[in-house]
């Protein structure tokens, strides 16, 4: 037997070494170096061609002509009937992907996929390998969310090449691995979960799914950073990437795509938790601002693009004096730096003292405002704190803040403002450059305020 050795891989690159390192020397990340225990490998052959008994330069590989590939939409795709889902993925499951699914404890990734197999059962046959659960737990599951069951297949089991071996036998529609982490081959000494094991369990299943064009959803954990556990090369390898975010204290989830070869990777899913699985949110700008407060200062309405989806989210600031001798700053859901960016420029273009106050900047409904469109909602809510003078209920504020003090256009403002519109507002602060391409008189029932520097929106402030 082969003497077994303990090696340090590295789960961003998957660099080797025989001993534990702060730095990687091969991608130079900091503190990716873990524990794995292999076998050497057996010696091989002088090439790959000697060791088959075939020689050099004979192939059984026979190449087709890009132009005789298919690629019609009906064949190439599966539209899974749940739209937040389909957005993601641009417009259902690619036939023959692998989408690889993470996000933190508890945030519903068993469940949306559950539900996805619910969906599709009624037109394709699943098959869903659960490695976390026995069956009868996922039958229980599945009778809560009131899933049609008669076309799933379900299996409990971990060893990748009995699962690969009945996807190869049973051929079905659709398979989902939940979840990599639990999966282990024979061929590896390694413990389950560890480097070297994730990594050959996730190549076998996407051989599998790319030679018999099953698409595969494998569900990953993720570690204390947020980024899904085990090696960086299991994200490489995969088509789409896909993460399930949402704060355990509130009901919203949203479905991000930090990679998809075959849409965009700016469209978001947003789902409700609720006591019969997930449901779909088909107006989240409605949803966010339901319960808003009305009549108060630090509150303002702003607008971000998700893909090719306008969002309107409730911004609060509150500034109040300090108790302390250095000042606090805090923003939830907003860049902590482009805050105190804006806040400099208050200080420097708008004659607004921060600096012996605490600033506190939430964004409301665990959205992450990343758009520079947002500047201006962020600074109205500032002002309207410091001032204690409200901004208007029915107002949204769209707007790029240089560090001049300037108002600068925006991308898609005619979307952002026909979401604005359609939601019942009645007045937008927008650049003033921005009105140039647009006909206001389309705009019925909403006045559009234009302004070339924080000032003149500032004024708009009610005394």
Known sequence: MAKLKTVYVCTQC??????WMGKCPSCGAWNTMVEDVVAPEPKAATSRAAAAGRPTGISSIRPQTLASIS??????????????????????????????LGGEPGAGKSTLLL?????????FQVLYITGEESVRQVKL????????QESILLAAENDIDQICGLIERDKPDLVVIDSIQTMH??????????????KECAARLLNVAKSLEIPTFIVGHVNKDGAIAGPKVMEHIVDTVLYFEGDKTLPYRIL??????????????????????LTEIVNPSKLLLEGRPMGISGNCVACTMEGTRPILSEVQALATKSSLGTARRAASGFDYNRMNLLL???????????????????????LQLDETACD??????????????????????????????????????EQRLREAQRIGFTRAVVPKVGLRHLDAERFEGLELVGVNYLRGAISLLKG
């Open 141 to 148: 599951r599945a009778d809560r969310l009131g899933i049609a």
């Open 14 to 19: 998957g660099d080797t070494s025989p001993r």
């Open 185 to 198: 081959t024979t061929d590896l000494t390694a413990s389950t979960g560890s480097v070297s094991q994730v």
């Open 71 to 100: 690629t019609t939409e009906a064949e190439s795709r599966i539209v899974t009937g749940i739209s937040e889902l389909d957005r993601v993925l641009g417009g259902g499951v690619v036939v023959g992907s692998v989408v690889l």
């Open 376 to 413: 201006l909602s962020v600074c109205l809510a500032l002002v309207s704190s410091l001032l204690d003078r409200p901004l208007g209920d029915k107002t949204v504020a769209i707007g790029e803040v240089g560090l001049g003090g300037e108002v600068r256009n925006v991308t898609n403002l």
């Open 344 to 366: 400099a420029v208050l200080e420097k273009r708008a004659g607004f003292f921060f600096g012996g106050l605490d600033v506190y900047v939430n964004i409301v409904g665990g």
């Open 256 to 277: 991000r795509a930090a990679k998809n070869r075959y849409g965009s990777t700016n469209e978001i899913g947003m789902f409700d938790m609720t006591g019969e699985g």
């Open 115 to 123: 539900q996805l197999c619910g969906a599709i059962s009624s037109r």
